[in-house]
């Protein structure tokens, strides 16, 4: 054990991208990559699985093996105590998406440990944190790959930093940036046909799993305005955090108070007629209505909300929850670099994820 | 001189990739990334420019110095003596279209020497050329990166092997892999409007200079062909070669034995009915005509032609001399994973020859 050519792996999360990754983890293995990861550490928030001697878990036996467990999990300084003492070079795969965890990076990176994550928060908080991890990593020559925090396993972040990385200038970025967004819009204001209610549209996005169990959690645009934020940082913009730019709610007003979701969705047809008028405002242009998010980097400016595009637009003709993102720049010109498909899901999420893992372990290997 | 975190980078080929290359080598030193590469070597197919001690050569200046030299270029095992005996590790750019060079890569690769090119050639010719260069990398850890080669600079193999990586399974590849197909078929079937004669187009094309010198290198579809072969090898198909998949031509039969492109350009309006009528058919049908390429991954079958396409399927929106590459996979499901835009042009081409360099330069020092 410990060879010097195996990378040890921690996983903190096994939900939905978790229980995917744990998959793709034992698909690498079974394909004989050159690489080998050893999976020697894996929690959720109540229950941990690991060995003080690093011995291997396997991967597709992880999650029931975790289930029978009777250890808590570490405290985090306690992981990265655990994975910084590891035999040779390791990963924390950070698949929740936990404030906590996210805070953490610094004192994994600095320690030496890669960081590999589809976890929003850790790239969309404040620009300190921001700051703290790339500063961390730079110091130790530790990776932070975070592909899935913007557009899933879509290559979003990687297609931005080759993009800086070799010169070009950015500017500017737009797009759909949520699969929840997407699919709202897309049947409310279909390029072809009527499309339905609103507060129906809603109903039927959350009946079949496209949004968060309250569905206020997608309409308020945060999610959004934090891919958003992420984007806008690697274009160059210092952004202080995804509230420090006009990002425009779906919520009514009269229903920021509900106490639940089922509450809002209860009332949400009241305000049907608001949402009937900026689909018929954009219609009488000829065009459609879309949730969008962009960066206008020359500016400096980042906003999130609704707008109208011609019908034979792409973000007009996306289909089903896809995301599409263009990149507009200095070599591409007029007609923007364009990246679309899925941008939700586990197993694309923890594609992301995955792809990640192996670019960081030829890296550090 | 000779650090150990020194790249040393020899350089062949000084067109217009090539060009741009040097100019974003030089952006990279300006901006004063943490690799630190060393140009010392530098040649067309007349000159060459380089010190035994592997002095660093300027990028910014490389080309006037380059014209100011008196010395042959080197043969190409003796590039790779050159390279191979270098103080620390070294990246061969191959930046020219020869076969000639695509040829000495397993050599190269087999002595340490990391490969990076926009070069066709040598990944889509015989196969056992595919297969000598990859495993030549494989048995050194030597790094072959081509990114350029399919699309310039837009993110297409790597996406492919990311997919491919992580364990996707490609069911089928479909795309306009040609800015000049691209070009002359939005101009000439397009969405809106009625478009122009064929022969007309070809013209306007080739003096836009969206052609190669002679047009019938275009329309003989190769270089797609040569494309699709990349494609598919990366997706597991062993294509023997190029031309061992059907490749439609759109050169009449009778304008095959023209002497020069001129003359062939002379006689291309007596063809024009034939276009014309494919245009029609198609037309009848709501549909426009495309050059497309695809590959069936499951059936093992790759074709390049004509194909019709609903009027607001992606690929017959496509805008000026613009690129898209879809893949369908199992885990994208039905709606395609899409990249989009520029896939020729100097600055985009030698934008992925650059950042190809940055991947192979993080894995290697």
């Not at 699969?179 to 009527?194: D, H, I, Q, R, W």
């Amino acid at each position: 054990m410990g060879a010097a050519n195996q990378i040890y792996i921690a996983v903190i999360g096994a939900g939905g991208v978790g229980k995917c990754f744990l998959s793709q983890l034992h698909g690498l293995a079974a394909r004989k990559q050159s690489l080998k990861f050893r999976l020697c550490y894996i929690s959720t928030s109540r229950k941990a699985l690991y060995n003080d001697d690093y011995s291997e878990i396997a991967a597709d036996g992880a999650l029931e093996a975790l289930a029978a467990s009777s250890n808590a999990p570490l405290a985090l300084p306690k992981i990265v105590d655990y994975l910084a003492a590891a035999p040779s070079r390791a990963i924390l795969v950070d698949n929740t998406s936990s404030q906590d965890v996210a805070d953490s990076y610094p004192l994994a990176l600095g320690r030496g440990i890669s960081v590999v994550t589809p976890n929003k928060k850790a790239f969309s908080g404040s620009y300190k944190l921001w700051k703290d991890i790339f500063t961390a990593a730079a110091m130790s020559g530790a990776k932070v790959y975070h592909e899935s925090s913007v557009g899933a396993g879509l290559p979003v972040i990687s297609t931005l930093k080759d993009l800086v990385d070799t010169g070009d200038r950015i500017t500017k970025i737009e797009g759909v940036f949520s699969g929840t967004m997407s699919f709202l819009f897309n049947s409310f204001a279909p390029v072809e046909g009527k499309g339905g209610k609103w507060s129906d549209e809603v109903k039927k996005a959350k009946s079949l799993g496209y949004t968060e169990p309250d569905p206020r959690d997608d309409l308020n645009g945060l999610d959004v305005a934090r891919k958003l934020t992420i984007l806008a940082r690697l274009a160059g913009l210092a952004i202080e955090s995804p509230t420090s730019f006009p990002v425009q709610s779906l919520i009514p007003k009269e229903l920021e108070t509900c106490n639940t979701g089922d509450e809002f969705l209860a009332k949400l047809p009241e305000f049907d007629q608001q949402m009937e008028k900026i689909k018929a405002d954009a219609e009488s242009a000829g065009k459609v209505v879309r949730f969008v998010g962009s960066i206008d980097v020359g500016a400096g400016k980042v906003k999130v909300g609704l707008e109208s595009f011609d019908r034979s637009h792409p973000i007009a003709a996306l289909k089903g929850s896809d995301n599409i993102i263009s990149f507009y720049t200095e070599r591409y010109g007029s007609n923007p670099l364009i990246v679309q498909g899925a941008g939700a899901g586990g197993e694309v999420t923890a594609m992301g994820v995955t792809g990640d893992l192996l670019k960081v372990a030829a890296q550090i290997s």
